[in-house]
């Protein structure tokens, strides 16, 4: 902004005639055209150049290097003798409050490091100032009251000035921790956490999946939580691919459905499979045997008929063997295996002779889950 300049004879002179130079410069440009002012402005700034370091010197070692002070001190200088009316009092009294100032102004928005109200920058300067002439006074670091004290303002605004103070250089994301470890500060610091975000739609799909039937709710585990291809799932269910692919495609939809529902609609079941279909239970003898036929998904709403039919067969005319068909059902949950687990301890209570028979291969696995043993279907 200003370079180096010369120091003219009348500079030599002292600062203690800054008041009588203003007074003449304003007596030299009265009665001047605007455009021939420039060289009395001139004259008297490079000879109030030295008062102007004088007080930017004062600011030092606060972070700024001594030269952009001086810069932002000179740029006061300047206006105060733009500025300066000689029937408003001392030139150098109102210099020395325009840079000043200037320079006040400097550190507030030019050198923090994240935003602060300007009240407490103000504070923070003057807290600087006071701990600094305290602990002259006192040989040792002032208190948070002692302060409070000396500036008359209430202890909270110094407590909030002393740890604002912190925000003016703010430490680099990419300084080391420290030691010989390689890790940065930007390292400790936590990140959004996606996880946590999604948290609503697991909880709602999570109570979703529970509403689909038992082979829907394995495919999708398989394919998306297991990462299986729709070939592998086919050849376990020993199903065609394209009939997998339809599977999750529906269940897919149905699950998006009913995330955008208040109310979601119930599955509904579809073609001639038998996933899907209610239970159906039927009861018939054949000589001394009792054959249960259960056909559809046997689910927590249809396992306690289940239970009930298969503990009938077994104490119900003592008969030799009580079979229970599973050709075609497609699920069993919990509450179903306790109902098949309940009807092989009452067989055994009675000596009834007990067998599971036809099972597929998803309703074998859960059934040894629990124990139990099928025959496969044929």
């Known amino acids: 902004m200003f370079g180096q300049t010369t120091t003219t004879a009348p500079a030599e002179r002292g600062l203690e005639d800054l008041d009588a130079a203003a007074l003449a410069y304003a007596a030299r440009i009265a009665g001047l055209p605007p455009e021939r002012r420039q060289e009395a402005r001139d004259d008297l700034v490079r000879f109030a150049l030295p008062f102007a370091g004088r007080l930017a ?3 030092r070692g606060r972070g700024e290097p001594l030269e ?3 810069q932002v001190a000179r740029l006061g200088l300047v206006n105060a003798v733009d500025r300066y009316d000689p029937e408003r009092g001392s030139f150098t009294a109102y210099a020395a409050i325009t840079i000043v100032g200037e320079i006040k102004r400097h550190f507030r928005d030019r050198t923090w490091g994240v935003h602060v109200p300007r009240r407490l920058r103000d504070l923070i300067l003057e807290v600087g100032q006071a701990t600094a002439a305290l602990t002259s006074e006192l040989s040792r670091s002032p208190s948070v009251a002692e302060l409070a004290a000396r500036l008359e303002t209430p202890e909270e605004e110094i407590l909030a000035a002393l740890e604002s103070a912190a925000g003016y250089s703010p430490a680099s994301l990419n300084a080391p921790v420290g030691g010989e470890s390689s890790a940065e500060f930007g390292d400790l610091v936590g990140e959004s956490d996606s996880d946590l975000e999604s948290v609503d739609d697991r909880v709602t ?4 999946l529970g509403r689909l039937p038992w082979r829907e709710r394995r495919i999708l585990a398989m394919r998306f939580y297991g990462n299986q291809t729709q070939a592998e799932i086919a050849a376990r269910f020993g199903i065609s691919q394209m009939h997998v692919s339809r599977l999750l495609s529906r269940a897919l939809i149905w699950l998006r459905q009913a995330m955008l529902a208040d ?3 119930p599955w509904q079941t579809g073609g001639a499979d038998s996933a899907g279909q209610p239970a159906r239970l039927s009861v018939r003898e054949v000589g001394d045997r009792v054959v249960v036929e259960v056909t559809g998904e046997v689910d927590r709403d249809t396992a306690e008929q289940l239970r009930q039919a298969v503990v009938e067969a077994v104490s119900s005319g003592h008969p030799a ?10 699920r069993l949950d919990g509450p179903a295996l306790a ?4 009807g092989r301890d ?3 209570r009675t000596g009834v002779r007990w067998r599971l028979a036809r099972a597929q291969p998803e309703v074998q696995h859960s059934l040894s889950s629990a124990g139990l043993v099928a025959l496969p279907a044929d």
């Not at 063997?321 to 497609?330: Q, S, Y």
């Open 346 to 348: 009452a067989a055994h």
């Open 205 to 208: 799909v999570s109570g979703l």
């Open 339 to 342: 109902a098949l687990v309940a």
């Open 68 to 70: 952009d002070l001086e």
């Open 263 to 265: 109310t979601p609609a």
């Open 57 to 59: 010197r004062r600011y």
């Open 321 to 330: 063997e009580v079979a229970i068909d599973l050709t075609d059902v497609a």
